[in-house]
Structure formats: C-alpha cells, structure tokens
C-alpha cells in the first residue's frame, strides 16, 4: 500500500469507529442523579452544542435539582425547556442556573432548547 492509501484506510477505520461509537454508545449512556433520603436528586449537565449528559435517570416523587452549565455562546441554547414541567429558563454562558421540579409520574419526559434543536431525555421511574 501507499502512503495514501494507508492514511486513507486509517482515517476510514477511526470514522466508522466514531460512528458507531456516536450512535450505539454515547446515546444510550443513562446517568443517574445523585442524592439519596429526601434530598434533591442531583444530575449537572454541560451545555456545549448539546446536552451531556443528554440521558438522565431520576426516580418519581422527589425533587430534582438539574444545573446546567453552559459553555457555548450560540444562540440556540441559551434557553431550556422542560415543557411537560411548565419550565423555561435562560441559561447565561458561563454560569450554572438550576432548574428544580419533582417529577410525580413514572416516563420518558424532553428536555430542550428554546426552539426544540437541542435535545435531552429524563427518564423518571418508580420511586
Ligand atoms: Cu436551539
């Protein structure tokens, strides 16, 4: 093989291992909160053109505490959304803002940016 051709093959290897990486590993990742007792149960998600964790575990019936740290300066995510929650909030680059709510039903709830772009999921289950 070439030189090219080695570089190539190398470069195509590290792309189909990224994407596979991307779409089966990175995406399914759950965190879950921390925080035991009657505390808030506790997750700090980073914003930078995207949430991360974007997947995050609670249990019903508790308060959640999420603070978003947001990195970026698009204007995209300068709002957050968690509709089924009646919470939309500004995120100002460079701080952490906290959003508290207590999910009282089990499920799969979204959270966004303030025009759906940008997303994440809160997965509330049975206390
Ligand atoms: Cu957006």
Do not use: H
């Not at 914003?47 to 603070?67: F, T």
């Not at 300066?73 to 959003?99: M, Q």
């Amino acid at each position: 093989m070439t030189p090219v051709e080695t570089t190539v093959l190398v470069a195509s290897l590290a792309a189909i291992g990224w994407i596979n990486w991307y779409f089966f590993v990175a995406g399914r990742t759950v965190t879950r909160a921390t925080g035991t007792g009657n505390g808030p149960q506790e997750v700090l998600v980073r914003v930078d053109g995207g949430y991360s964790p974007s997947s995050i575990q609670v249990a019903a019936g508790r308060p959640v505490r999420l603070s978003f740290d947001r990195a970026d300066t698009s204007g995209c995510s300068e709002e957050v959304v968690l509709p089924d929650f009646g919470i939309r909030k500004f995120l100002p680059t460079g701080a952490v803002t906290t959003v508290e709510f207590t999910p009282d039903r089990p499920g799969t709830y979204e959270f966004t940016c303030g025009m759906s772009m940008l997303r994440g999921r809160l997965i509330v289950t049975r206390a």
